[in-house]
């Protein structure tokens, strides 16, 4: 065995395989699997090999698109085609939906009639059948065959490969960096280590003194034998069935069959044995039979079929169903690759070719926000409350989840300091990173707790409409109390602080103390990473605020740029210490005035200024900030007195007609405003420029990541840019859920990021990146809603009080 390389990686399935290859044909050949079995021994050995390149993300669409043309070029993928069908009116609008986002992100596809899937694949029936996607370069493969290629493949580069080699520890030197990985068979030195364990990927990371929330849960599928004058032909099509919950390939004409049963099983929660392999467990033919009735129902026949096995074996899921990529926070040279059992041989590719490259060049290619490694931080520690949410997520892996329903397992788990407050108040509850956050008032009705609500109106405008309508023009003429709890809250202290912030923002950071910026974190792109106020509390003491699901990634980040040259900082996550409470619209003044002694004038409070005031004693953290556009605050108060504070300014609240809001009301809010939402409106593919936020970058003030591709990007000018449009036809409410394809002249240009109804403009707004030449106002565009095409306009990029004067009064 070698006692030195280069990388390192944990494990010899498909993903270990697929980034050990993409190193080396990127030139690094100082590459070294180890593989505790043989090659594809665990999860691999267990996949039922269906591959499509159907994605409503982007980078998962780009990851699986290249994933097919590799396996293609490399001779092991066969080209059958799959077909997806809708077997509900409900289904079918989700597939209109999902159909014009992948065709807005690139795929060309189309939903097809009943009839049409039937000529697809004419051994489907008819009935409940409501129409389908057909993508013939999609297919199947052999896993097992595909994983020791890949590795072969691997080999030849240069890359060595140690099986029956069991990880026994890592070494980490005092400055927290990658030395070594141990063995039962000797130690390898090294500079770079890539988990891709699988299963047993918890168990590595814990090893280099990190957590990662992965859960085994059991999968059963079944292999079926011919039936005699419905044999399936080698062409047949992958089928996949959502509300009948199974997909399907043909094998030696019979079929194998698996699919997503509502009550999935978790298998060792708190870490797998090292001795679990390639060995499959009993199959459970109750909990398959709901499965295997759902494909009957598809394929009436198959009442005839003899079964030849049920095999049930584990995977590892995360607590969103999605991969766990990049680098991790508090081990320098430590890479994620795990969490991948939903996303298999279809994302291993593109997932391969990404991890190569984002260690040879030391940034994501792609924006993977999404799918860092770092984004569930500590919140997740609880194995238990992994579990349950991870179970839930394998549920609605098929199973038709609206996009206003919410989670319903490990509920509550986190709660605001004024959680009673609210209840008392009719409150209905939504969730966020294991937040209970409300979603609107039901005054006069006891509280709940929002689950699959929308199965209730479907596709059609929400119950809570006309509350979102009160409670938004309450925030516009009056005032309105906001319970912002969840907000991600960091602590920067110590003399290193300053520069490991003006490293890490767009923003001049350095502004008096008491200063409250709105800046983003940017990439060496210059896209956008984080989106977040800095508020400057000391000459050496920031808070840095953040979104609710936002805290993990953007907390790594700030560690991970740490530089010990500038000196010593603490960074700690403050976000359970404190309450949030929001005060915005004209009358909070009004309200606050009564229930403090302290100068908030404007003179004396300015917008975006930050001090203590004092209320009943307790000093609370007062900002001058709303995500409103209207006057007001965010008061952040001691956990132990956020109730007193509550109570003091609902009492001080009443003369003024003060209402209670919920989150839902903030997007049209904010989308009056112009005001952009993170992961949808700016990405890490937007740089602020393109994003009308050239307002927060400050090129004058020093280097900062980005800095040079914002001067290059600004010396050139922009080539597209975000814009505000309206539907043309109408001013009634029309659903807009975002991701939707928009047409130019017949032709896919981009897509809707987000929408929504402004209650004060009265208008159905949404944003969308358009070509510079073509961001012209009165300009018209074509938008692929579920309700149908309508008509859209450029318009002015903010809506509601344009110059900001409401925010400053």
């Known amino acids: 065995m070698k006692t030195q390389a280069e990388i390192v990686i944990i494990g010899g399935g498909i993903y270990g395989a697929q980034v050990a290859y993409h190193l080396a044909k990127n030139g690094r050949k100082d590459v070294v699997i180890i593989e505790k079995g043989e090659i594809a021994s665990g999860e691999s050995s267990h996949a039922a090999g269906l591959v499509t390149q159907f994605a409503t993300s982007q980078a998962m669409l780009k990851f699986r698109m290249y994933s097919v043309e590799l396996y293609s070029e490399l001779g092991l993928f066969s080209h059958v085609g799959s077909l997806r069908v809708a077997s509900s009116k409900e289904q079918l609008k989700e597939m209109e939906r999902s159909v014009s986002r992948a065709k807005a992100l690139g795929l060309d596809c189309e939903v097809i009639s009943p009839e049409e899937a039937v000529k697809a694949m004419p051994q489907i029936s008819k009935e409940n ?97 011919a039936v005699p004058g419905h044999e399936f032909s080698p062409e047949t099509p992958c089928l996949r069935d959502p509300d009948n919950l199974v997909y399907m390939r043909q094998e030696q004409g019979g079929l194998v069959i698996g699919g997503y049963e509502p009550k999935p ?114 919140y997740y520690s609880d194995f238990n409350y992994a579990a349950e949410r991870t179970v839930e997520s394998v549920k609605y892996y098929y199973r038709l989840k609206f996009p206003h329903d919410e989670h319903e397992h490990a509920r509550p788990y986190r709660v605001s300091p004024v959680h ?24 006069g009705n006891e509280w709940r707790r929002m689950g699959e609500d929308q199965r209730q109106w479907g596709w059609t405008k929400p119950p809570f409409f006309e509350r979102m309508r009160q409670e938004h023009i309450a925030t516009r003429e009056r005032v309105t109390l906001y319970d912002l709890t969840s907000f991600g809250k960091i ?9 490991l912030l003006q490293r890490l923002t767009s923003s001049n950071i350095d502004k008096p103390i008491g200063s409250a910026i709105y800046t983003q974190f940017l990439n060496s792109r210059g896209g956008i990473e984080s989106d977040l106020t800095v508020t400057r509390l000391g000459e050496e003491y920031f808070w840095v605020i953040t979104g609710s699901g936002f805290i993990a990634n953007d907390l790594a980040r700030i560690q991970m740029h ?36 302290d100068d908030i004038s404007n003179e004396g ?21 709303s995500y409103a556009g209207e006057l007001g605050w965010e008061l952040y108060i001691p956990n132990n007195r956020a109730t007193m504070v509550w109570d003091m300014l609902i009492e001080a609240g009443r003369e003024f007609g003060m209402e209670l809001g919920g989150y839902k009301v903030l997007d049209p809010l904010r989308l009056e405003k112009g005001f952009k939402y993170f992961t949808t409106d700016i990405t890490p593919s937007e740089t602020p420029y393109e994003a009308g936020l050239g307002f927060c970058v400050d090129l004058n003030k020093g280097d900062f990541i980005g800095r040079e591709a914002l001067m290059k990007q600004k010396a050139e000018g922009v080539k597209r840019k975000l814009c505000t449009l309206v539907l ?26 987000s929408g929504g109804y402004g209650f004060t403009v009265k208008k159905n707004i949404l944003y969308a990146y358009l070509p510079t030449e073509l961001a012209v106002k009165g300009n018209r565009f074509t938008i692929d809603l579920i309700e149908g095409r309508r008509e859209a306009e450029v318009t002015a990029s903010v809506l509601y009080d344009p110059k900001g004067e409401k925010l400053r009064v």
């Open 129 to 225: 059948l409501f129409g389908g996607i057909y993508l013939p370069r999609d297919g199947q493969l052999d896993p097992y065959t595909t994983t020791t290629s890949m590795a072969k493949f691997a080999k030849e580069l240069g890359v060595e490969i140690y099986t029956n080699t069991r990880v026994t520890g890592i070494k980490v030197s005092a400055k927290g960096e990658v030395q070594a990985v141990v063995t039962d068979k000797g130690e390898i030195r090294c500079e770079i280590i890539i988990n891709a364990a699988g299963m047993w990927a918890p168990r590595i990371a814990a090893m280099a003194g990190l957590h990662i929330p992965t859960t085994p849960v059991d999968h059963q599928h079944i292999a079926l034998k």
């Open 265 to 378: 099983l978790p298998r060792w929660i708190d870490g797998t044995p090292w001795e679990h392999g390639s060995k499959s467990f009993p199959g459970d033919f109750d909990q398959f039979e709901m499965l295997l009735e759902g494909a009957i129902r598809r394929l009436p026949f198959l009442d005839q079929a003899g079964i030849i096995t049920l095999v049930r074996h584990p995977g590892a899921y995360t607590p969103d169903c999605q991969p766990l990529l990049g680098p991790m926070a508090g081990v320098k040279g430590f890479w994620m690759m795990a969490g991948m059992s939903l996303n298999g041989y279809g994302g291993a590719g593109g997932m391969g070719k990404l991890m190569a490259e984002w260690i040879i060049d030391g940034e994501a290619p792609m924006d993977v926000y999404g799918y860092r490694a770092t984004r569930f931080g500590n």
């Open 420 to 443: 009673y407050r609210l209840m008392e108040n009719g409150a209905v509850f939504g969730e966020k990173f294991g937040w209970e956050r409300v979603n609107y008032f039901d005054p």
């Open 491 to 499: 602590e920067v202290k110590g003399k290193g602080t300053l520069p």
């Open 562 to 597: 740490v530089d010990e040259k500038d000196g010593e900082v603490s960074i700690r996550d403050i976000t359970q210490e404190h309450g949030c409470l929001a005060l915005w619209g004209p009358k909070s003044r009004d309200v606050l005035r009564k229930v403090t002694g």
């Open 605 to 625: 409070h300015p917008y975006l200024m930050t001090k203590p005031i004092i209320i009943n004693g307790v000093k609370v953290l007062a900002q001058r900030v």
């Open 728 to 753: 043309s036809d109408g001013d009634d409410f029309t659903q807009i859920y975002g991701g939707e394809a928009i047409y130019h002249e017949g032709k896919v240009l981009t897509r809707v990021r």
